[in-house]
């Protein structure tokens, strides 16, 4: 704690001590309120806190505290932007081995992120997260990427974080983000829903699940794989994403978009780095 503007109150057998301004790390302290009731027996101490920070900072500050390994699974995938408003409630035992108590909302205010894996660009990110020791929640999050409005739920289980995303997008800015989507068979818009699961445990792969109808999307190219926009065709892909096969992966969503010629089994396929797509027709 920095520069702090303070003040001290003994209440009866309580103590409490206010704070008017300061720095935690590269956070601001707004306002803060450190609690302990009934000094003399008291087993822990209570903190009510706004802050404000960049996003990634906050994570960074995170990284400190019992919510370390969602930090760090943020700041694994992503690089981050943006401010972010910060109410922080905390119950701190004065025994170690005792668990803290930790509730923290994130209120977003156009947030900008980056997933490191696929370069993907989403913009104007506002909601809440909501984190505590076990859990991590949000309200529905509003967002743009690919070009179109998106909405997102984020949640969690014992084991991953899951973020569920509804949106649309063109052909275009697919092939915009894609080049190796390039070409003038495919046109059109799609809606599609989307299932990111980013586990607690690093050595498992971050997994994404995109379901969609492909209504809206011309596949013109004068054969039996040919359909109209108003035809439905459901679309299922599963990728599992690591530093080796994002390439794997995005050539799977190639293949589930032309319908063409591809290898059976895509893992088969040689693994390049994410930055050097290509495809040669």
Known sequence: LQNLYTTVHFLNSDLQVAIYNGRSENVQINQAIINIEDVANSDHVQVFAQLNSQVNNALQYLQKTPLHNTADNLLNIANSQGSAGIDLNLHVPYVESDPVKVKVDAHLHDAHMNLKSVNLDISNINGTLTFTEDSTSSDTLHAKTLGY?????????????????????SIHNLQKQFSFLRGEALKGQLNYQADLRIPDDERHSTSLDINSLLQGVVIDNNTWV????????????????????????????????????????????????????????
């Open 149 to 169: 409005p998106i909405q997102g739920l984020m949640s969690s289980d014992a084991t991953s974080t899951r973020l569920l995303v509804t949106g649309s997008t």
């Open 226 to 281: 040919a359909k109209t926009a108003e035809q439905s065709e459901p679309l299922h892909l599963n990728f599992q994403f690591d530093k080796q096969n994002v390439y794997n992966a995005f050539m799977k969503l190639f293949c589930a978009l032309t319908k063409s010629a591809c290898a059976a089994d895509i893992s088969v396929l040689e693994p390049v780095p994410a930055s050097n797509f290509f495809l040669v027709c």
